[in-house]
């Protein structure tokens, strides 16, 4: 499978969302969704431009051109996020809105 074929899914998948939400977010078709994401047909640069705002992610992310360290660590956490429970979920985003908190107030 594709980077672009698997940063779609994983990206569809922390937003659960389903193929055909996803589709309908970004103007395409469920069955365009569905060959992006297997790999048997890759995105043209207007689909991935509206993936990328469908799925909030920057779309040199989606595209697979950004590679840099954080961007993988990146990556691993929002796969990961998927096997949480929801009550760990709900834990991690308390913990990134006390972080994004103390950021602003130390400026």
Known sequence: MSVIATRIKEARMVLKLSQAELAERAGLTPSAISQFESGDRTPSYESLTKLSVALKVDL?????????????????LFR???????EDRKFMLEVYQHLKNKKKKNG
């Open 60 to 76: 040199n992310f989606l595209s697979g051109k950004d590679e840099s360290k954080e961007s993988s660590d990146i990556q691993v």
């Open 80 to 86: 990961d996020l998927k096997s949480l429970t929801d």
